[in-house]
């Protein structure tokens, strides 16, 4: 992180400081309480500030060449972000280091207070990419229209992204306050019928969910600035991915530069880059085991043959009428 705190400005160090000496890990004690923030009717993640989000929607500005990755969590957010680092600055070693030791707070859209888009508007990369949970009823995405900065909306099959969620969740400090604790401490059934019920806070409305928020992306997708992309696809053919995802970058790549991104972005790789890297975003990845399996089809280990048709419902019924269509096994 040396490389990039020495070239923020002196106009925002302070807040820059500020950010990168916050100890996220040991923020959350046991035995404190939650705070859920609402705006627009949507409950966001637990102790999520809606300040941020509310003053981007309402006064901050995309650049053309920005890139936000729109997709929920455990839907290969963290893979197809290190994808598009390594398209946009797999050429120049200093600013792959750069753009790879971003603080948490700046790369997650709706992570940190309003200030933070002080630094991210100063940030000294070319071009800037960012993630984001939250559903597109929450990001002024007709500003990112108008910037033509680019969206991508990374699709997952519901059965393996709820039961990934199932093993990440337990270990995000801030589900364990209450009373977000009461809804992830259980068993699969219970935790099950929990999430898929939309008890769980998580940027939407109450009693939604997952699907709920591919359905506030979808009316976008035939937008020129937004792709959808399956991670089942991703999975199957990484490389047609890679050359799929520049394109829509307008990143011109030899195929020498593609197969190079393949093999940095698979899953072994990447996990054991993250647990031999030493920045401060990387330990917060490790420790929280951020990259698992990502195994298409690992559903059918722990589904009952009733948990796997009330998701084939909800999905004829809040999505029959798109063109979305799941990939459950490889």
Known sequence: MEKLTAKIPDICRAEWDAMINFDFMSAFQPGMKAQMKEWKEHILMPTFPSEGIEYAYDNWTPQEKDVLIASFPRTGTNWTTEIVRQILYGHDEDLLEMAGSVPLPLMLFEGGTASKF????????????????????????????????????????????????????????????????????????????????????????????????????????????????????????????IRRISSFLNVELGEKRVLKIAEKCGFIEMKTATENEL??????????????????????????????????????KKLSTTDIKFTYEL
């Open 118 to 241: 002080k630094i991210y508007d100063n940030l000294p990369l070319p071009r800037r990419c960012a993630a984001s949970h939250l559903p597109a009823t929450l990001i002024n995405v007709e500003r990112f229209k108008k910037a033509n900065a680019k969206i991508i909306c990374v699709i997952r099959n519901p059965k393996d992204q709820a039961l990934s969620w199932f093993n990440f969740a337990p270990k995000l400090p801030y589900m364990h306050l209450e009373p977000v604790n009461q809804w992830i401490k259980c068993d699969w059934p219970e935790f099950f019928e929990n999430y898929t019920s939309g008890k769980m806070p998580m940027g939407m409305k109450n009693g939604q969910w997952y699907l709920d928020h591919i359905l506030t992306w979808y009316p976008h997708r035939d937008d020129k600035n937004v792709m959808f992309i399956y991670y089942e696809d991703m999975k199957k053919d990484l490389v047609a991915a």
């Open 279 to 316: 920045g401060e975003a990387e330990k917060i990845r490790k420790a929280l085991g951020v990259l698992h399996k990502g195994t298409v089809g690992a559903w059918k280990e722990r589904f009952t043959v009733a948990q796997s048709e009330a998701i084939d419902e909800q999905v004829e």
